[in-house]
């Protein structure tokens, strides 16, 4: 992953991570799923990307959906 010294870790669980992060004014969430894609064989890997990046417009909207998803206070 690419700058992760700045990414704060808010869950880990088995095969991954999710991390928050702050780049040019956008706050981001980063589901990072590498270590379950490892263990795919070459043929199924096809079409998935490993670690995901969505954009929130505020930090508000970033913690409503980590919220949602259950990751707050789970690290």
């Known amino acids: 992953m690419e700058n992760s010294e700045d990414m704060t870790l808010i869950c880990g669980f088995e095969g ?6 702050e780049r040019d004014d ?4 980063i589901v990072d799923e590498s ?8 043929d ?3 079409g998935i990307e490993p670690v995901k990046e969505l954009t929130f417009p505020d930090a508000e909207s970033r913690e409503a959906y ?10």
């Open 16 to 21: 991954g991570a999710v991390y928050t992060c």
């Open 26 to 29: 956008r706050f981001l969430l």
């Open 35 to 42: 270590a379950t894609f490892d263990l795919l064989d070459e």
């Open 44 to 46: 199924d890997r096809e």
């Open 66 to 75: 980590i919220r949602q998803r259950g990751w707050r206070n789970t690290a």
